[in-house]
């Protein structure tokens, strides 16, 4: 891998961004609209926003980032600009790591947002720091991003890149312990959940959410999330294809 290239790609893609309002607008503004139209349907039981809306907070950015970063992803590679590119002296290390820097970097303002809405405008209740909320929130969005990148390999089209959302985000959302802990799942499920990285993305929402300082688990839980992201980047740049069969 070479940094100079990396930031170029990186460049090379947030221009892009620049010209494309409706997935800027996909990426930081559904987020906000999301969890304030979450904040209202819950307008007369504020406990229960504050309950799930700390781990909705981490889950929104991981889905607008994986729909908006395969699609994107994908039409580089259909309109033969990823052909083009790695007939040049481009590593497919550089190309992944450009995309997930600039990404990146819309999923850091996209954090900043979201987090500030949530806490500040929508009264948000956590016991923890908001800097530890804008933490994983941020590294759910890279992890989102990585998925994205690592699932436009195998789609031949933008429609099949969408439908890769019912078998990659939706089995992770039901299991996550959104809605019942996962210690209450049936064995096999509470196993699969278990493996899932987006089940450590909510736990690790909640630990902020209950406790005041940062504990064992949420270390735990960010460095796995974390390390999630890396590894399918990681496989996304072994897997990634030149054009689409």
């Given at each position: 891998m070479n940094?100079?290239?990396?930031l170029?790609t990186?460049a090379r893609?947030l221009?892009?961004l620049r010209?494309d309002?409706r997935?800027?607008?996909l990426m930081?503004?559904?987020p906000?609209?999301?969890?304030l139209?979450l904040?209202?349907?819950f307008?007369g039981?504020?406990q229960t926003?504050?309950?799930i ?7 929104f950015?991981l889905?607008?980032?994986f ?7 994908l039409r580089?590679?259909t309109s033969?600009?990823?052909e083009?590119?790695l007939?040049?002296?481009l590593?497919?290390?550089?190309l992944?790591?450009?995309y997930a820097?600039a990404f990146g ?10 987090t ?5 405008a ?9 800097w530890?909320?804008l933490l994983?929130?941020?590294l759910d969005?890279?992890l989102?991003?990585a998925l ?5 390999a195998f789609?031949?089209?933008e429609?099949?890149?969408?439908q ?7 089995p ?10 996962r210690?209450?799942m ?10 899932l990285?987006?089940?450590y993305?909510v736990?690790?929402?909640n630990?902020?959410?209950h406790h005041?300082?940062?504990t064992?688990?949420?270390v735990r839980d960010a460095?796995i ?6 590894l399918?980047?990681?496989l996304?740049a072994v ?6 069969a």
């Amino acid at each position: 891998m070479n940094a100079h290239r990396t930031l170029a790609t990186a460049a090379r893609v947030l221009r892009q961004l620049r010209h494309d309002p409706r997935s800027i607008a996909l990426m930081l503004l559904v987020p906000c609209v999301m969890l304030l139209l979450l904040r209202y349907v819950f307008d007369g039981s504020p406990q229960t926003f504050d309950s799930i809306g700390a781990s909705l907070l981490g889950i929104f950015p991981l889905i607008t980032m994986f729909l908006v970063t395969s699609i994107a992803t994908l039409r580089e590679r259909t309109s033969g600009t990823l052909e083009r590119l790695l007939a040049m002296p481009l590593a497919k290390g550089d190309l992944i790591a450009g995309y997930a820097l600039a990404f990146g970097f819309v999923a850091v303002i996209q954090s900043l947002l979201a987090t500030g809405l949530a806490l500040w405008a929508l009264g948000l209740d956590v016991t923890g720091s908001a800097w530890l909320l804008l933490l994983v929130a941020l590294l759910d969005a890279l992890l989102g991003t990585a998925l994205g990148l690592f699932v436009s390999a195998f789609a031949a089209s933008e429609f099949q890149a969408v439908q890769f959302m019912p078998a990659v985000i939706f089995p992770q959302l039901l299991l996550c312990g959104l809605f019942t802990p996962r210690d209450n799942m049936a064995p096999a499920l509470e196993a699969i959940s278990n493996a899932l990285p987006m089940s450590y993305a909510v736990d690790g929402m909640n630990e902020v959410l209950h406790h005041p300082s940062i504990t064992g688990a949420f270390v735990r839980d960010a460095v796995i999330v974390a390390g999630c992201a890396v590894l399918v980047l990681a496989l996304g740049a072994v897997t990634l294809r030149r054009r689409t069969a």
